[in-house]
């Protein structure tokens, strides 16, 4: 009979400290193991979060998440936003099976953080194509494979909103 090791706790993946998570992909890619990069700010998570997710954490050996922090969230997608704080969307996000590690970023986009965490791949949902990735800079000069994952953009936290206004009014 063979015994599963525990899994993690989700707070037990969840990394503040970005020079310690990149001693462990260090580590990770030291001894051959491909880690898959991807960020967003994952704001009442979703299917299509899901989907990118599991199908970005499919593409290597260990999955790292970069979280937009909520001044990042707060810059990007205005003063309404984030709609759940930080803190509790690493919690989340990090509860999924198939994600090893979450981090979080304060900048408009993730370049500082590749550099610093030097993943393997750096996996884009289908909003993106591998040119209009904001990173693509970065990513080629540190060898940093790009990769678009999940399905085709059916599913936006906007639109999630939407649809919980337009039921508030029925």
Same mark, same amino acid.
């Given at each position: 009979? $063979?015994? +599963?090791?525990?899994? =993690?706790?989700? +707070? !037990?993946?969840? &990394?503040?400290?970005?020079?310690? @998570?990149?001693?462990?992909?260090?580590?990770?890619? $030291?001894?051959?193991?491909?880690?898959?990069?991807?960020?967003?700010?994952?704001?009442?998570?979703?299917?299509?979060?899901?989907?990118?997710?599991?199908?970005?954490?499919?593409r290597g050996d260990f999955l790292v998440v970069g979280l937009n922090t909520d001044k990042s969230v707060q810059r990007l997608k205005g +003063? $309404?936003?984030?709609?759940?704080?930080?803190?509790?969307?690493?919690? *989340?996000?990090?509860?999924?099976?198939? *994600?090893?590690?979450? #981090? &979080?970023? !304060?900048?408009?986009?993730?370049?500082?953080? @590749?550099?610093?965490?030097?993943?393997?791949?750096?996996?884009?949902?289908?909003?993106?194509?591998? +040119? #209009?990735?904001?990173?693509?800079?970065?990513?080629?000069?540190?060898?940093?494979?790009? @990769?678009? *994952?999940?399905?085709?953009? =059916?599913?936006?936290? =906007?639109?999630?909103?939407?649809?919980?206004?337009?039921?508030?009014?029925?």
């Open positions: 009979m $063979s015994v +599963k090791p525990r899994p =993690k706790k989700s +707070k !037990e993946k969840i &990394f503040k400290n970005r020079e310690l @998570l990149a001693q462990i992909i260090a580590g990770l890619r $030291s001894q051959g193991k491909v880690v898959v990069f991807t960020n967003g700010c994952f704001d009442l998570l979703h299917v299509g979060h899901t989907r990118a997710l599991e199908d970005a954490a499919g +003063k $309404s936003h984030p709609i759940v704080p930080q803190e509790e969307r690493a919690e *989340v996000v990090a509860a999924l099976e198939f *994600v090893d590690y979450v #981090t &979080f970023f !304060e900048e408009d986009t993730a370049d500082a953080i @590749l550099e610093e965490l030097h993943p393997d791949i750096l996996a884009k949902g289908q909003d993106y194509t591998e +040119k #209009t990735v904001p990173e693509r800079n970065t990513a080629k000069k540190l060898g940093i494979r790009i @990769l678009i *994952v999940g399905d085709k953009k =059916k599913h936006s936290t =906007k639109e999630l909103i939407q649809r919980i206004r337009r039921r508030k009014n029925l």
